[in-house]
């Protein structure tokens, strides 16, 4: 494979925001998602609390929500991603992941279970069944063909220092409540600071929060960045070949079985879904249909004079 001039390419944002409880993680969600334009999803993990911005004239949000409640698996949030894109939005906001991770059936909980019941206690070996359920949230977040935006409870991190002789607490940055290294998949990553609401950013391959003072999240925020999201290159759309997508429906159409469908279908599915190509993932539902139907209600054969009992 020969190298090419790194050129970038327009993109979906990923974005996440990250305070404590009460700093204003979702409203700064919402406003960028609003700059950004388009229809609005949001999963909600806090019993409802954004729905209190719905009706709000101070910012005329327009959004859908759907409320996730336990338990917080990998496969739950899933499963609410697969069903925004499917509605035809334009951006997610999932508020907050950190349920995904610790909250009621999130995966810290999952490990201690599977540990118990399969592993005589041993959390090291259940994390081997956990982390790829985790994974798999995450390259959902990443492949997904919206622009996502996502919340993370954070911790402020203290220590004890000494000035002048005198030992004080000072405040050495928060820590998002997730898996470590869960921000090194992120766009840019803007911390909120709880008793001023001003954001700040930990992480940004934007280039736009560069050497900015803290400042307040606003609708402006999200129209900026959608700006410089369609300032890249176009990128090639790629699509599976006509060969491909005949074998993958010569192969769900060829099904001796419902086990057999869903091997083939899923493996289709994966193929169409891994660049995109919408066009073939429609393709291949439709076919998996068709096979699901025949299989479920088999034509019966029909009587010939000669089998017709005199």
Not at 31 to 53: F, P, Q, R
Not at 120 to 127: Q, R
Not at 230 to 238: L, N
């Amino acid at each position: 494979m020969a190298f090419t001039k790194a050129v970038r390419k327009k993109s979906k944002l990923r974005l996440g925001i990250t305070g404590p409880s009460g700093s204003g993680k979702t409203l700064g969600a919402l406003l960028i998602a609003k700059g950004l334009g388009g229809k609005i999803a949001l999963i909600d993990t806090e019993k409802g609390s954004a729905n209190l911005y719905a009706d709000n004239p101070k910012y005329g949000f327009d959004f859908d929500s759907q409320d996730l409640d336990p338990p917080y698996t990998p496969e739950h949030f899933i499963k609410a991603m697969k069903e925004a894109e499917e509605g035809g939005y334009d951006t997610l906001i999932i508020d907050s992941v950190t349920h995904e991770w610790s909250g009621v059936g999130g995966c810290l909980e999952l490990v201690d279970q599977i540990a118990q019941a399969k592993f005589k206690g041993n959390t090291w070996s259940a994390w081997n069944v956990v982390t790829p359920r985790h994974r798999a949230f995450i390259d959902s977040i990443l492949r997904s063909p919206l622009h996502i935006i996502i919340t993370m409870r954070s911790k402020t991190e203290t220590a004890q220092v000494e000035e002048n002789g005198r030992k004080k607490v000072v405040k050495l940055g928060m820590k998002a409540e997730q898996r470590d290294g869960f921000e090194y998949e992120l766009t840019a990553i803007l911390d909120i600071q709880h008793d001023s609401n001003y954001a700040l950013p930990s992480k940004d391959r934007t280039g736009l929060f560069a050497g900015r003072d803290p400042f307040k999240i606003t609708e402006a925020t999200g129209t900026m960045l959608r700006e410089w999201l369609e300032s890249g290159a176009e990128p090639i759309k790629e699509v599976l070949s006509e060969e491909q997508i005949a074998d993958h429906k010569a192969a769900i159409e060829a099904a001796a079985d419902m086990d057999a469908l869903k091997t083939a279908y899923a493996a289709a599915y994966r193929a169409a879904t891994a660049i995109h190509d919408t066009a073939a993932e429609k393709q291949f539902t439709d076919a998996k249909d068709d096979r699901k139907e025949a299989l479920e209600h088999p034509q019966q054969p029909a009587f010939e004079d000669s089998d017709v009992p005199y």
